[in-house]
């Protein structure tokens, strides 16, 4: 079984819609990550949690919330969908400051 | 500000031609620099960490080596199966430990 799932796995909607990402990780990490992935530019980090109570905004935090609901779950929502967020999302979990991230199997998002 | 090129964006090879990819940073206070492997339709997959200038890890037919300012993924010998996105990261302390991604080298391998 994967150590890092995300659902759903692909998902189309429209703008203005308010849509949730979730991912669970059975790793026991405290450190949890929210990313994107555009064609050409990488992975971008959009929030990052070091534990249940504390939550940080990345490089591209406009538009998107989180919730840290539990250490294993850390969901990522997009209030107002607009098609610029139109992307692949990728949650990740880490056991420490310098320890490899896992990655989950990523969130397709289309937004018409 | 953290970056990091890679290059080539793609790369054609064919079964049993050897290569290198490379990563060039230019970051301050490099903690560790990261490989990751990314198959279509799926999350990267690590590959190595490199932690400082002059380390080298192998796993297969890859090799991973590190300077001051560029780490290098030589691929011996490969095979189809090697085909996929190469993903290189670094980590510094001035980012806040945040990893800063690269944009990738899409490897394919012909038969």
């Known amino acids: 079984d994967a150590d890092v799932t995300q659902t759903p796995r692909n998902r189309i909607t429209k703008t203005g819609k308010r849509i949730m990402l979730e991912c669970s990780q059975t790793?026991?990490?405290?450190?949890m990550y929210w990313y994107r992935q555009d064609p050409g530019l990488g992975l971008r980090l959009i929030y990052y949690?070091?534990?249940?109570?504390?939550?940080n905004k990345g490089e591209i935090s406009d538009g998107y919330s989180v919730s840290r609901q539990a250490q294993a779950k850390f969901s990522l929502s997009l209030e107002s969908a607009i098609p610029n967020q139109t992307a692949l999302y990728f949650c990740?979990?880490?056991?420490?400051?310098?320890?490899?991230?896992?990655f989950g199997p990523g969130t397709r998002l289309l937004v018409l | 500000e953290d970056q990091v090129t890679q290059s080539p964006e793609a790369l054609r090879l064919q079964e049993g031609e050897s290569s290198s990819l490379n990563c060039s940073y230019t970051?301050?206070?490099?903690?560790?620099l990261f490989w990751y492997r990314q198959d279509p339709g799926k999350g990267p997959e690590f590959l190595f960490t490199?932690?400082?200038a002059g380390e080298e890890k192998e796993k297969e037919r890859l090799k991973a080596t590190l300077t001051k300012k560029e780490s290098f993924l030589h691929i011996t010998a490969p095979k189809p199966e090697d085909s996929a996105t190469y993903l290189c990261?670094?980590?510094?302390?001035?980012?806040?430990?945040?990893?800063?991604f690269g944009g990738g080298t899409r490897l394919m391998v012909k038969p």
């Open positions: 990740a979990s880490q056991a420490g400051v310098l320890e490899t991230q896992y």
């Open positions: 990261a670094v980590q510094a302390g001035n980012a806040g430990n945040m990893l800063t």
């Open positions: 490199l932690y400082s």
């Open positions: 970051v301050s206070g490099l903690r560790g």
């Open positions: 790793k026991g990490h405290d450190r």
């Open positions: 949690s070091f534990d249940v109570k504390d939550i």
